[in-house]
């Protein structure tokens, strides 16, 4: 914990608060002291006056266990037991009068006693303390033109993981924020200093992070068709682990937006971006990404886009620079048919290498929906081409905070050759936290793909968005020409007995030709991708079921999926959610076949006014022929009572995971109680 710097800070804001209180009352009594004219009675100020006040106790029990079983029949076997007694006290009140200094104040007393037993480490850990906890908030001057709201926060709680032990986590935030209310430029400002430790009983896995952030929002309201906004964050962050090295860097990242529409009723626009990132540490990069885009819209059935981006990164030596540009077309015939096309080309420099890549392409596509006997019929078929001349390149093209979602499957595909495995880094959505590989996530290499997967019981969530960045390794000198043809059909029924029923087709071949100097056999990607399926939506019911058929020269697959899902909303107290999810790929070059099967119930019910519950249950089943099969169960109740003042609360959780490696248990309960008055 960096105490210097938080007193520093903590210094900061009460400066800024005192400074503040004083400015105001010192223009109340120079407006006193000049003796203006009043008509009618001057409103009393106020040292304070507490507005409301709010005060309430709780009580809670916790109780985990956890156990593990490797497959020598090595056992582990730990257990938590928690009671945390607390006194909440919230109030709001203001000095002067509401508009002066308005205040919010929450503070919470906890008394916390716990006990955690370790069998492998034949440990007992007793612990008793008090936590207290805050959130003081005061707004200075609400009602005027340049509102300052000074906060101060800290927050203690246990966060839960399954199959490992919990963690402690503390978060402590000083900061303020300063809006102006403008109507040619309205801005708001943000400065917070937060210290965040997590720290966990016997795995090791103690974190700290010390962050600093500015922030600035600003934008032009419209003149003349005019509008511009702006985002400016400027951090630094001081990140350890007990499980991967210390990271200390700052980063400024600023993005500034501006349109202009013009001509005719304003239908045409022209979009300019420009971002700066800059970030020190253990990731260095440097970089600049300038976007222009003029859209014309020529009559209400055509229009034309232009775009151009530049984009340049300096990452550990390594200087890349960028340029593309795109001009494209949207022509709709009647309202049945739109025809869509696209011309471009691209130059990438690698400077330190002297590498060079030239890319030119282009797309035409049709879209033809009917209306037909039933239903709709919908056909789309585009052609592209691709032709690029790569240089001999000895250095790795860095690939930066490529955004990714965790889908229902748990997986994150990279559908690019040549990717150093070794190189990928996941961070969370911020960029900050930083993810690690065995515990949170695993890798798999393919020959023209990567395959990120989500660990159960890890720190990435489901349907978690993340940052990754990764490295195209070296390549000799090459040309590459592709030409693809895709067709897709769907059928929709919208009446008779087959309504909501929705058959359809996709195809997609590729042809490429690759011819280098060098005597390095480049591997060519020709493929044919076909996919058949249907959906089915009526009612209460979702439902897709499709299967694919890739027949490639890299990485040849079958993959066939079922997903579904049944919604009940019985009456305004209960409803039930019912979805299920299944893959099963058959990869022949790499002699692999996976199985994945996710299932999940959800029953929330509400008997009467006072109670609330909920039922969810989760089932995953994951298998593959190099070992990697687990099974995983979950059990998760809620409760609920409220009567006036007094609520009683309480959750169970039960999961397992078989695997071939190892078996692990977790078990949870909390029970609490609360009054307010």
Request: aromatic share 12%; charged share 25%.
């Amino acid at each position: 914990m960096n105490l210097k710097r938080s007193d520093f800070v903590i210094r900061w804001i009460l400066t800024a608060f005192m400074l503040a209180v004083f400015g105001v009352f010192t223009s109340y009594s120079i407006a006193q002291d000049g003796e203006p004219i009043i008509i009618g009675q001057r409103e009393k100020l106020k040292f304070f006056e507490l507005e409301s006040f709010r005060a309430s106790v709780e009580a809670y029990w916790r109780y985990r266990e956890d156990e593990s079983k490797d497959s020598n029949g090595v056992t582990s076997h730990e257990t938590e037991s928690l009671l945390r007694e607390s006194v909440i006290l919230n109030g709001e009140g203001f000095f002067g009068n509401p508009n002066f200094v308005k205040l919010n104040i929450d503070i919470a007393f906890r008394l916390s006693q716990e006990k955690i037993e370790n069998d492998v480490l034949n440990t007992t850990d007793r612990t008793s303390e008090m936590i207290n906890e805050y959130s003081v908030n005061a707004v200075i001057l609400q009602k005027s033109d340049f509102p300052l709201t000074v906060y101060s926060r800290r927050s203690q709680t246990l966060v839960d993981r399954q199959f490992a032990s919990s963690l402690d986590s503390i978060i402590t935030e000083h900061g303020a924020q300063l809006a102006i209310r403008s109507e040619l430029m309205p801005s708001q400002f943000q400065y917070f200093h937060r210290e965040q430790t997590q720290s966990g009983r016997f795995d090791g896995s103690n974190s700290e992070l010390i962050q600093d952030t500015f922030t600035w929002h600003g934008r032009f309201k419209p003149i003349n068709g005019h509008r511009a906004w702006w985002d400016y964050t400027f951090s630094n962050v001081d990140e350890t682990n007990l499980l991967q090295d210390p990271n200390s860097f700052s980063r400024h990242d600023a993005i500034f937006n501006h349109t202009y529409d013009f001509g005719p009723d304003s239908k045409n626009n022209v979009r300019s971006s420009l971002r700066f990132f800059k970030e020190t540490g253990k990731f260095p990069i440097d970089r600049i990404r300038w976007n222009e885009t003029l859209r014309l819209e020529h009559s209400r059935t055509f229009e034309t886009k232009y775009v151009y981006m530049f984009d340049q990164q300096n990452r550990r030596g390594s200087n890349q620079r960028l340029h593309r540009g795109a001009a494209s077309f949207r022509h709709e015939l009647f309202d049945s048919l739109t025809t869509t096309g696209q011309l471009g080309s691209s130059l990438l420099n690698i400077s330190d290498d002297n590498f060079k890549s030239t890319q030119y392409f282009g797309d035409l596509g049709f879209k033809y929906q009917k209306i037909v006997p039933y239903g709709t019929l919908l056909a789309t078929t585009d052609f592209r081409f691709n032709f690029q001349d790569d240089s001999d390149r000895g250095t790795s093209i860095q690939i930066i905070d490529e955004p990714h979602t965790f889908a229902t499957s748990g997986l994150i595909t990279l559908n690019r050759r040549n990717i150093v495995a070794s190189s990928i880094v996941l961070t969370d959505a911020a960029g900050i936290v930083l993810y690690i590989e065995g515990i949170d996530y695993t890798v798999r290499e393919f020959s023209d793909s990567v395959e990120i997967q989500r660990v159960l019981g890890g720190s990435i969530a489901p349907n978690e968005s993340v940052l990754v960045r990764y490295e195209i390794g070296p390549e000799p000198e090459s040309s590459t020409d592709s030409i693809g043809v895709g067709l897709t059909i769907r059928y929709q029924f919208e009446d008779g007995p087959l309504k909501g029923l929705s058959p359809y087709i996709r195809y997609h071949d590729q042809s490429q030709d690759r011819t280098s100097s060098s005597l390095i056999d480049l591997p060519q990607n020709d493929f044919q991708d076909l996919i058949f399926g249907i959906d089915y939506d009526i009612g209460k019911i979702s439902f897709t079921a499709e299967h694919q058929i890739r027949d490639s020269t890299l990485s040849p697959f079958d993959r066939t999926r079922i997903e579904g899902s049944y919604t009940n909303r019985i009456n305004n107290r209960n409803s039930f959610l019912l979805s299920a999810y299944y893959q099963e790929t058959d990869r022949s070059t790499e002699n692999l076949q996976s199985e994945l099967m996710n299932l999940t119930a959800r029953w929330n019910a509400q008997p009467t006014n006072k109670i609330k519950s909920s039922l969810v249950g989760t089932f995953r089943h994951e298998e593959d022929n190099k070992g990697t099969d687990s099974d995983a169960f979950e059990i998760f109740i809620d409760v609920s009572w409220r009567h006036r003042q007094t609520s009683v609360y309480a959750t169970a959780r039960n999961s397992i995971i078989n695997g071939n490696s190892r078996e692990s248990t977790s078990q949870s309960f909390l029970f609490g109680v609360r009054r307010e008055f």
